[in-house]
């Protein structure tokens, strides 16, 4: 048996702030699976514990305030971060309990507003969304919303590459530093819009013909949390995310009899054999 490599070197620490989904294709699994894939160390705080597999959503429990916040003070008082990642928060308490916590860091912030899942069950109660608006944005150094997310913050329905723009602006007025477009749900090209109100970057991929996409937000947003902790400006981060998430998406497999998940492995993967 070879023997393993001994590390002596400390990984990059990243925390994900988010629920969990008991299928493991999103939520804090989801966040761990893409960290260890990117050579971060992956931590977590659990904020609610839903019922879930690849056909939705069965029940959602959050966790109390208190016990979020011990979870924060416990990992980055002792252990420290050098980026974080926020996901499912599901109450304003918690969307501002969280935002409180994260004001004072100087890591960098990714803020995923999660508003329902990939199979449009609610995940965040309408009344939290004027607390991601006001007191969650605004500590971000990075918001990764998608176009339905868009729609809840904003009232702003995107049905093109134009209205991304605009989409953008509307976030970006809410305090992120950088915004993060997905325009997944559009037709044609996997196209993403990066802008922090000045330069635009327009990131595209060709669309892969597979269902199984559950996850693909919360890893999108912990690949970028994990290249920010390596010390890639946003831009670069983003784009190393977005290839990321792409070969996870072409390799997706079925799961239950649902969505299945991304696959957060594909880079450890051997090739297939295109003759096979």
């Given amino acids: 048996m070879p023997l393993v490599p001994i590390r002596t070197a400390v990984p990059p620490r990243v925390l994900t702030v988010a629920g969990s989904d008991s299928g493991g294709g999103a939520g804090i699994q ?5 960290m260890l894939a990117l050579g971060v160390h992956g931590m977590s705080v659990l904020t609610a514990v839903t019922a879930q597999n690849s056909l939705g959503v069965q029940g959602a429990w959050e966790l109390p305030v208190d016990a979020v916040r011990a979870q924060y003070r416990s990992v980055v008082d002792d252990i420290g971060v050098q ?40 995940l ?27 729609a809840q913050l904003t009232g702003v329905t995107v049905t093109d590459e134009s209205g991304m723009r605009r989409a953008a602006e509307e976030i970006l007025a809410f305090g992120p530093r950088w915004v993060v477009i997905k325009g997944g749900h559009l037709p044609g090209e996997a196209v993403d819009l990066l802008t922090d109100g000045s330069a635009e970057h327009w990131l595209r991929a060709p669309r892969h013909d597979n269902r199984h996409t559950h996850g693909t937000g919360c890893t999108l947003a912990s690949a970028i949390a994990s290249g920010l902790a390596l010390g890639k400006d946003v831009p670069t981060a983003v784009r190393d995310a977005k290839t990321y998430v792409t070969g996870a998406i072409r390799a997706g497999f079925p799961l239950g009899g649902g969505i299945g998940p991304v696959d957060h492995g594909w880079l450890t993967r051997p090739a297939a054999d295109p003759g096979a």
Wanted: hydrophobic residues 50%; without cysteine; glycine residues 4%.
């Fill in 30 to 34: 989801a966040d761990l699976k893409t």
């Fill in 124 to 150: 965040l109660a309408a009344e939290a969304l004027d607390s991601v608006r006001t007191k969650l944005l605004p500590v971000a150094t990075v918001a990764t919303p998608n176009l339905d997310e868009v």
């Fill in 83 to 122: 980026a974080v990642k926020t996901g499912m928060l599901a109450s304003a308490a918690l969307v501002e309990t969280v935002a409180e916590l994260l004001a004072p860091t100087d890591a960098p912030v990714v803020v995923d507003p999660v508003g329902v899942s990939k199979h449009g069950d609610a």
